[in-house]
């Protein structure tokens, strides 16, 4: 097996021809993995239909949006299990692990018969499916980000996490776009009662080629980066919950930005404005495509002003922005692309470098531990619940509920931005 120390001691050609094929390994894994964690609230309309009980439109509807968030109950459960696997076992092989139970997952979900076939067995299959689903992300989740982070290049670590959340936005956006194209192949009737599962197979079935590829990338940690120095670093008690909770409320403004406009609008649009979905899904495609495009310049750009200014670019302008772009989305397709395009923009500028911005906060010898299970925490308090909340409110006519909420968890996450040490291109095992 190759190692980081084995790559370490040849050319400097042969390191960057090795450390590159690692980050497409990494990132095409965590494109199938987001993939087939996107498609479930993408499809959730279908959902609803197929494996709820249908005479309540809108109640199956939020039923599904909360299999949906239970999913994140389970991610700081897997977080807190794989981080200290991934130091005793190597970044690499907690990925391959995670990457296989996030397929069978998605299999399941493709196969689980309807609740008109075996009632509320549907339901309580699709629960199981998305528990596995989130244990799985969350271990994969804490580990694939510390990985980009430990073999980015110190002073293009900004840069290289952005292809982190490329990836990340590439399975979203596949997710989306493959719905489009199966709304035009499809029916609408054939749609809901057996066409929405083709994504499920196919995005189980792909990732066992993210598998193949992963089995040979480098190792960060066990076998390179475990030196002594790094192992001796011991923070006592108060500086651990302090510096967890830093990290929980700036991964809560991250997550629940990240899920207002990746998935949240496009819903909102459909199931409130009455946008018909073939018309939000592509205009929601359109906003992500130039979403993915700014991410790797926004992630240079925290290699020039830090990991700090650029979050903080995310969180304020997001809340200065959020109730003028949400009040724009109406029935016409064009406000939620304008809307959700803007949104994603302002987002991009955080995203692009949040692995490098959590990395550069944590010791080596924590960071695994830290990011599977604050990171994972505040996902599943504030991202798991982000979709059905921004439905249930909005459909009561108290949708300014929820942005205010939101704002409300950006300025946490300002102030613990405006609290950490700016690291950028620090050598990760220098951190104390």
Not at 45 to 70: C, E, G, M, Q, R
Not at 234 to 247: D, E, F, N, V
Request: aromatic share 14%.
């Amino acid at each position: 097996m190759t190692s980081f120390s084995d790559i370490e001691s040849k050319s400097q050609q042969k390191v960057s021809k090795e450390v590159k094929k690692s980050l497409v390994a990494s990132g095409v894994g965590n494109l199938l993995e987001w993939y087939d964690w996107t498609i479930y609230a993408v499809a959730s309309v279908y959902i609803a239909t197929a494996l709820f009980d249908k005479s309540n439109p809108t109640s199956a509807l939020l039923s599904t949006l909360a299999v949906f968030a239970v999913g994140f109950v389970s991610r700081p459960i897997g977080g807190f299990v794989f981080g200290p696997l991934a130091n005793k076992y190597g970044r690499k092989n907690i990925m391959l692990v995670t990457m296989v139970m996030m397929a069978l997952a998605s299999l399941m979900i493709a196969f689980i018969p309807s609740f008109e076939q075996i009632g509320a067995w549907a339901s309580g299959l699709l629960l199981i499916a998305r528990l596995i689903q989130g244990f799985a992300h969350g271990g994969e989740t804490a580990t694939s980000y510390a990985y980009i982070a430990e073999i980015a290049p110190p002073k293009r670590r900004g840069l290289w996490s952005s292809m982190s959340f490329f990836a990340v936005g590439t399975g979203s956006l596949l997710a989306t776009l493959f719905v489009v194209l199966l709304n035009q192949i499809y029916t609408e009737a054939q749609m809901y009662e057996w066409a929405w599962r083709i994504p499920f197979a196919i995005g189980g079935g792909l990732a066992f080629f993210a598998i193949y590829l992963r089995r040979n990338m480098i190792e960060t940690h066990i076998e390179g980066q475990a030196t002594a120095d790094v192992e001796e670093v011991i923070w006592p008690l108060p500086k651990i919950i302090k510096s967890g909770m830093k990290l929980f409320f700036y991964e809560a403004g991250s997550t629940l930005t990240f899920y207002t406009w990746v998935t949240c609008a496009a819903i909102y649009a459909i199931s409130i404005q009455n946008m018909p979905a073939k018309d939000a899904f592509m205009m929601s495609c359109i906003a992500q495509v130039i979403y993915l495009i700014c991410l790797p310049f926004q992630g240079l750009l925290s290699d020039f002003i830090g990991r700090n200014a650029n979050s903080l670019i995310t969180y304020i302008g997001s809340s200065l922005l959020l109730f003028p772009l949400w009040s724009l989305i109406s029935s016409e397709p064009w406000t939620l692309l304008v809307a959700q395009s803007i949104g994603l923009f302002t987002m991009g500028f955080l995203m692009s470098c949040k692995p490098a911005a959590m990395s550069e906060q944590i010791p080596t010898k924590y960071r695994t531990n830290f990011l599977g299970f604050f990171m994972s925490l505040a996902i599943a308090i504030f991202g798991g619940t982000a979709s059905f909340m921004n439905t249930w409110l909005y459909s009561i006519d108290k949708g300014w509920i929820f942005n205010i909420y939101l704002i409300i968890v950006s300025i946490c996450a300002c102030i613990a931005v405006l609290t950490w040490k700016n690291n950028k291109g620090i050598d990760l095992d220098k951190i104390k």
